[in-house]
């Protein structure tokens, strides 16, 4: 067999896409398409139709994909609850921004001399440079 008899053009009308990786094409079916191969009835034969994906909802909010493993990585980033790591610290939440955000605000951007937090207010480098000036 030929290197170009693997090359495999894409089903859907007026897609450009060609690869010789069966599983390649599925990605991009999934991907760029939102659908997915129709088994054969015959084993060992190449998939040749179609589908639309069904949609997975995710049951705590209104978002919505394709795959398993993007909804589990939705609710994991989004919805379980994570306790600050460090130590003495009681802040939880189900958000990973938000939880960056706080490690990133009161754990790790502190002025080591008197404890100053920055906020919205002033930088760490200003509140140095004013308040600690050649000290």
């Known amino acids: 067999m030929k290197h170009s008899d693997r090359i495999k053009k894409c089903p859907e009308e007026g897609c450009k896409y060609s690869t010789s990786t069966p599983r390649r094409m599925e990605n991009h079916l ?6 997915m191969w129709v088994t054969p009835a015959t084993e060992g034969q190449e998939p040749t139709e179609t589908k639309p994906l069904d949609k997975m909802l995710c049951q705590q909010c209104a978002f919505s994909c394709y795959t398993e493993r993007e ?3 939705h609710v994991e980033r989004r919805h379980q609850f994570r306790k600050c790591p460090e130590e003495g610290c009681d ?8 939880m960056a955000s706080h490690r990133a605000m009161m754990h790790r951007l502190r002025c080591g001399i008197c404890n100053f937090v920055p906020g919205w207010g002033k930088t760490l ?6 308040d600690h000036l050649g000290k």
């Open 30 to 35: 999934r991907r760029e398409h939102k659908k």
């Open 125 to 130: 480098s200003e509140h140095r440079c004013e």
């Open 71 to 73: 909804l589990q990585k």
């Open 91 to 98: 802040f939880g939440t189900t958000n990973g921004t938000e």
